[in-house]
């Protein structure tokens, strides 16, 4: 089984900075990509941004140029630096990882952790 705990949420006004992170414990073989999605009230959860175990990187239009993604392969942990962020980045964050644990890979998604940029 794999756990994912999630760190780093807030309160923060526009042009503001956070970061989150989001570390994976358990009997984890390795690790292929890893997220962060975002549902926003009355939204659909959305993808945010992903990396790869390579390093590559995605991200959606809205976020480009201010979030950047990474990862610390060593400490199984993914992090979402946040820059310039906007009241439309409001919502809950969750962390998404796919994980080998002697099966098949499987996601696993973490609790989720509260963003709020106030104008």
């Known amino acids: 089984q794999v756990q994912l705990v999630e760190s780093g949420g807030g309160l923060v006004q526009a042009g503001g900075s956070l970061r989150l992170s989001c570390a994976a414990s358990g009997s984890i073989f390795s690790i292929n990509a890893m997220g962060w999605f975002r549902q926003a009230p009355g939204k659909q959860r959305e993808l945010v941004a992903a990396?790869?175990?390579?390093?590559?990187?995605y991200y959606a239009d809205s976020v480009k140029g201010r979030f950047t993604i990474s990862r610390d392969n060593v400490k199984n942990t993914v992090y979402l630096q946040m820059n310039s962020l906007k009241p439309e980045d409001t919502g809950v964050y969750y962390c998404k990882v796919e994980a080998h644990t002697g099966r098949a890979p499987q996601d696993y998604w973490g609790q989720g952790n509260q963003v709020t940029v106030s104008s």
């Open positions: 990396i790869t175990s390579s390093g590559s990187t």
